[in-house]
Nanobody, 118 residues
Framework: QVQLVESGGGLVQPGGSLRLSCAAS????????MGWYRQAPGKQRVLVAS???????SYADDIKGRFTISRLYAKNTLYLQMNSLKPEDTADYYC????????????WGQGTQVTVSS
């Protein structure tokens, strides 16, 4: 069983930056795709960015050019660098690790809150 623990959330002014981290308790090999999701109050959880084991990245349209996802295998950690933050980025951010080849696995973190407000 792998546990994912997010950190780095907080309160930031519009235009500011934050870096979220997601630390995995166990080793996640390159068969795992990892992603950041967010859920704003009263809304569904949506995918923000993802990165495959091979390093291919994908971003939601509303954060392209502002957010960057990366992963560091040596530290078993996933990152989300968020720049030029807007009030509409306010949400709980969740880390996810999925493996679609056997053995299939799907892990979620507990979330970290990001609030963008002046």
């Amino acid at each position: 069983q792998v546990q994912l623990v997010e950190s780095g959330g907080g309160l930031v002014q519009p235009g500011g930056s934050l870096r979220l981290s997601c630390a995995a308790s166990g080793f996640l090999d390159n068969d795992y795709t990892m992603g950041w999701y967010r859920q704003a109050p009263g809304k569904q959880r949506v995918l923000v960015a993802s990165i495959t084991g091979g390093g291919s990245t994908s971003y939601a349209d509303d954060i392209k050019g502002r957010f960057t996802i990366s992963r560091l295998y040596a530290k078993n950690t996933l990152y989300l660098q968020m720049n030029s933050l807007k009030p509409e980025d306010t949400a709980d951010y969740y880390c996810r690790a999925t493996r679609t080849s056997p053995p299939v696995r799907d892990y979620w973190g507990q979330g970290t809150q990001v609030t963008v407000s002046s």
